[in-house]
């Protein structure tokens, strides 16, 4: 015969509430088709006061070329907008100027590369960043039309060429937004691994959890690349995700996020 197994520390109802809250959320976002649930992320973040920029950005950025055109077409027929609108709408001046096209140009997705074009377009970012001049049209250009592969091989001779990634060079310290959001539109389009990673230990390791990026990274790269995300977290952190992850979260919320990485405990 069964019998209840009642815990040594039995949690008040307030936070049995709250855990399940959590664990509802994370739930009904993972049920959701990846491109309606992009979609709506991204409409949760025109209506967001802080770090509204930076998920418009994720998506752009991380997303390839056919998922952004199916999330854009999610949105379209959800809101009965398009996402371009949205994004002009709820942005201005240089983040403009960078997320409108960032989520309205289709990339192209094959492997091929221009040597000579990557050359000469790793010459021309050095000469912006090195003038400072961050919002140029042709910077913003490379950074918003170019394959993913150009771009890898653009920033690959800069690395060469001038000794430094370009990530150095576009004053890491700087908490001007513009610039933030530049360097991560940097990140998610050549090496999103290394984004996701950074956006995990940084809402792991705060003071008090940011379960929405937990909750947001965790749910949209489950059936992607989670699994190469955990191994670069763990590179870079020398804790497994799964650990950290248990040590930072509880309840059925931690069971589900567990799940995703495929511990059942």
């Not at 240089?94 to 409108?100: F, G, M």
């Not at 192209?108 to 003038?131: C, F, P, Q, R, W």
């Not at 937990?214 to 020398?238: C, F, G, H, P, W």
Request: negative net charge; glycine residues 4%; proline residues 3%.
């Amino acid at each position: 015969m069964a019998s209840l197994k009642i815990p040594a520390q039995i949690p008040s109802p307030s936070d049995d509430s709250e855990q399940l809250r959590k664990a509802f959320q994370a739930v009904l976002l993972f049920t959701l088709d990846p491109a309606e649930r992009d979609a709506f992320l991204a409409n949760q973040a025109t209506k967001m006061l802080t770090s509204s920029n930076s998920i418009l950005t994720e998506i752009a950025s991380t997303r390839s070329s056919h998922d952004l055109l199916k999330a854009k077409q999610a949105y379209h027929d959800r809101f009965k907008k398009s996402l371009e609108e949205d994004v002009a709408h709820h942005t201005s001046g240089d983040i403009r100027r960078l997320l409108v096209p960032l989520v309205g140009i289709l990339r192209y997705e094959g492997d091929e590369v221009n040597m000579t074009l990557a050359k000469s377009e790793a010459k021309v970012l050095h000469e912006k960043i090195a003038g400072k001049a961050y919002n140029d049209d042709d910077l913003i250009r490379i950074v918003t039309t170019r394959s993913k592969a150009q771009l890898n091989a653009t920033l690959n001779h800069y690395n060469n060429e001038f000794g430094n990634v370009i990530d150095k060079d576009l004053e890491t310290g700087s908490e001007d937004e513009y610039l933030k959001l530049l360097r991560a539109a940097i990140k998610g389009l050549t090496y999103p691994e290394k984004y996701f990673e950074e956006l995990l230990r940084l809402a792991i390791n705060k003071m008090g959890t940011d379960e929405n990026a937990l909750t947001r990274v965790m749910t949209t790269r489950a059936e992607v690349d989670l699994q190469r995300i955990a191994e670069e977290y763990q590179k870079r952190n020398s804790v497994p995700l799964d650990r950290a992850i248990d040590n930072d979260t509880s309840g059925d919320y931690q069971k589900f996020l567990l799940g995703l990485l495929g511990r059942d405990e």
